[in-house]
């Protein structure tokens, strides 16, 4: 099978939950500069990742999405994942309630990915991050490659 892993990261937990996703999958890993359209030739599988920053995926991720053409990743499974700082850490009424207007940054790639012509292999998911910069929380990139395995199954 054949499964690229493209990311942004802006603080490295992003990179280091790519990277386990990869290992898991035995993926080939880039960030999202570094993608070419010949990485996406013939693929299995893309999961696409992103640190949430502002209730969003970064620019560069929702820029390179939206640059996929229609009906590029037809036939391809899809998935998304995010890093994320838990609010309920934060114990703020603020952040909750813009969270549960805005979401997460996963939520929206994997929809992007799917309008794109991908088939959604697995939910969307969150890993968290302690604060607003990390490091991961324990245990983080455990459930990163048990997600990830998912994919497999």
Same mark, same amino acid.
């Given at each position: 099978?054949?499964?690229?892993?493209?990311?942004?990261?802006?603080?490295?937990?992003?990179?280091?939950?790519?990277?386990?996703?990869?290992?898991?999958?035995?993926?080939?890993?880039?960030?999202?500069?570094d993608v070419k359209a010949e990485h996406l030739?013939?693929?299995?599988?893309?999961?696409?990742?992103?640190?949430?920053?502002?209730?969003? *995926?970064?620019?560069?991720? /929702?820029?390179?999405?939206?640059? #996929?053409?229609? %009906?590029? +990743?037809?036939?391809?499974?899809?998935? @998304?994942?995010?890093?994320?700082?838990?609010?309920?850490?934060?114990?703020?009424?603020?952040?909750?309630?813009?969270?549960?207007?805005?979401?997460?940054?996963?939520?929206?790639?994997?929809?992007?990915?799917?309008?794109?012509?991908?088939?959604?292999?697995?939910?969307? *998911?969150?890993?968290?991050? /302690?604060?607003?910069?990390?490091? #991961?929380?324990? %245990?983080? +990139?455990?459930?990163?490659?048990?997600? @990830?395995?998912?994919?497999?199954?």
């Open positions: 099978m054949k499964v690229l892993v493209v990311y942004d990261s802006v603080f490295g937990n992003t990179e280091k939950v790519a990277q386990c996703v990869g290992e898991a999958l035995e993926a080939q890993t880039l960030q999202v500069g030739a013939s693929l299995d599988a893309l999961i696409v990742g992103s640190p949430t920053r502002a209730f969003s *995926a970064t620019p560069a991720i /929702k820029s390179w999405l939206k640059s #996929l053409s229609p %009906g590029s +990743l037809q036939g391809v499974k899809v998935a @998304a994942f995010d890093t994320r700082m838990d609010v309920k850490e934060v114990n703020s009424r603020i952040l909750t309630f813009f969270v549960k207007i805005f979401g997460y940054a996963a939520e929206p790639m994997a929809t992007r990915l799917v309008k794109k012509g991908g088939a959604q292999a697995m939910p969307p *998911a969150g890993f968290f991050v /302690k604060g607003s910069e990390g490091p #991961l929380k324990d %245990g983080e +990139l455990e459930r990163a490659a048990e997600w @990830a395995r998912q994919l497999l199954s």
